[in-house]
């Protein structure tokens, strides 16, 4: 008896806390939601919605580029693009393992060519779309100038901490890295480096002041958030070229849609928004 | 290896800490008879169903030098609480927070409640009721909070990877050490960490389970027989 008591009170209160948490769950989603969608995907609706779907999978640093790019290949009728945002890394991985993607873009050449190698590209698909650059960032209401004092700011006291891709395995990270060697002042910086997986994460550090100072994509640092900052760009010839490769995926189903994409990103109307957006592009493709 | 003892260093410290923190914060949800104490109890499991990277994007704002944390932090050590061991500790307590709480406050309701009403006829405070009715009869429930907690921290990963800042030997865990060698694929490294953790946490969880069976045992055998 008592215990069915119990039971039934514990029932009661577990049913409670459920209800609570589901109430602040909605409320938690209803305010996150549109911001969260807005970054996770561009899906396009209504105008083509009988025209195929191109599964795109694009690196981080891409993100602010591709909307504008996704926006204007829509005006021409020709595929649905749904776009999906992450570490080029993860995307290699997945793609080995047959995740649905038709087009992939890279912000490192080499998961493109490795790719393309394991005979998982289309062939002939395989590109150099554009180039990253590297710049120097830091908050506006930061103490030290990015802008006016370049590589000397890594050398001020005031700066503990400096942001960094993971030079193991982030595009960004290496050429941070080859940059710091190459202006000879990595050993006086190595203990004030701290490590993003990815590129982003590295811009969030120094964006939320953690860190004083980062070396981030300019992609990024064009971006809504970032834009008010200082930076400074790190000459083109101070790190070996970031780079950037994609392929048409094998296993694309509608592969000339993909392609038409792909080429159009390639095209001059392409180039120009990429390069609104920061990135610039390989020599030999000019 | 070097990133599995940092984890263990991490996942004992933070299942202590909880242990600390969690018995008050448990043994008030568990007695106290405030009609809103559900609400406390859904913010307590929160950190069950949010994701661990948004914990730790929060986190590692409220460590920034315009967040509350940091602004403490930095007044009272001079510097940062980010990319630190400290920072790690703070944002795996606020993470594995439900894992200490929930068990310690089921077992602190599971007992008879006519035990500690004769604990208080007999005259005893309630500290002392709680020092030797309430506490020793949950000693399962203390072990499986501690051990979750510190199962919990070992495979920590998203908090950590957000405040960490992946620094060899302060903040760099196994997972992210794991997740590391992946990215960089290197699979077969990553294989052996995995290995190695798996069969740390499967040998912890399997002690705590076996010692809490034997002490469930000879808690309630002799009392009950007498």
């Given amino acids: 008896m008592r215990s069915s008591t119990r039971n039934r009170k514990q029932t009661r209160k577990f049913v409670r806390a459920l209800a609570a948490m589901a109430i602040l769950a909605l409320a938690l989603t209803e305010a996150g939601a549109s911001p969260f969608a807005a970054r996770a995907s561009a899906v396009q609706a209504a105008p083509g919605a009988a025209l195929p779907l191109v599964q795109v999978a694009a690196a981080a640093d891409l993100q602010f580029a591709m909307p504008d790019l996704v926006e204007q290949f829509r005006k021409k009728n020709i595929a649905q693009l749904q776009v999906t945002y992450g570490s080029s890394g993860n995307f290699f991985s997945q793609l080995q393992n047959g995740a649905p993607f038709d087009v992939f873009f890279s912000a490192d050449l080499e998961y493109a060519k490795k790719l393309d190698g394991a005979g998982l590209a289309e062939p002939g698909t395989l590109c150099e779309y554009a180039v990253g650059r590297l710049v120097l960032w830091a908050r506006a209401d930061s103490a030290v100038d990015v802008a006016k004092d370049g590589w000397k700011t890594l050398l001020d006291p005031r700066v503990e901490r400096v942001a960094v891709a993971n030079p193991e395995h982030a595009p960004y990270g290496k050429a941070a890295l080859a940059a710091l060697h190459g202006a000879g002042i990595y050993e006086q910086v190595k203990n004030k480096l701290v490590y993003g997986e990815n590129i982003s994460q590295t811009a969030q550090f120094v964006q939320s002041g953690n860190a004083q100072v980062g070396l981030v994509a300019l992609s990024l640092a064009v971006s809504p958030a970032m834009k008010d900052g200082r930076s400074w760009e790190v000459p083109a010839g101070a790190y070996p070229p970031i780079e950037q490769g994609a392929v048409v995926l094998r296993s694309a189903k509608d592969k000339v849609s993909a392609r038409a994409f792909l080429d159009f990103v390639q095209s001059a109307a392409g180039r120009e928004t990429l390069k609104k957006y920061g990135f610039s592009f390989p020599a030999s493709a000019k | ?226």
């Fill in chain 2, 1 to 226: 290896m070097a990133p599995l003892w940092l984890s263990m260093e991490l996942a004992v410290t933070v299942a202590a800490l909880l242990l600390v923190i969690g018995v008050p914060v448990a043994y008030w949800l568990a007695f106290s008879g405030w009609r809103f104490k559900f609400l406390l109890e859904a913010v307590v499991a929160l950190p069950l169903v949010l994701p661990p990277t948004v914990l730790g994007f929060y986190a590692l704002v409220a460590m920034g030098p315009h967040g509350p944390l940091g602004k403490l932090w930095q007044a009272a050590f001079g510097h940062g609480l980010a990319f630190t061991f400290a920072g790690l500790v703070l944002a795996s307590i606020f993470y594995s927070f439900p894992f200490a709480v929930q068990p310690l406050m089921g077992s602190f309701e599971a007992v008879d409640r006519r035990l500690l009403n004769a604990s208080a006829v007999l005259g005893a405070s309630p500290w002392r009721t709680f020092c030797s009715v309430i506490l020793p009869l949950s000693l399962p429930g203390v072990v499986t909070a501690a051990v979750l907690c510190f199962a919990h921290t070992l495979g920590e990963f998203g908090a950590v990877l957000m405040v960490g800042g992946n620094l060899p030997g302060i903040t760099r865990t196994a997972s992210i050490a794991i997740y590391d060698r992946v990215q960089a694929l290197e699979y077969g490294e990553a294989n052996r960490m995995a290995l190695v953790l798996l069969v740390i946490s499967f040998s912890v969880l399997s002690l705590v389970y076996a010692v809490n069976r034997r002490a469930r045992r000879s808690l309630w055998t002799p009392w009950a027989a007498k």
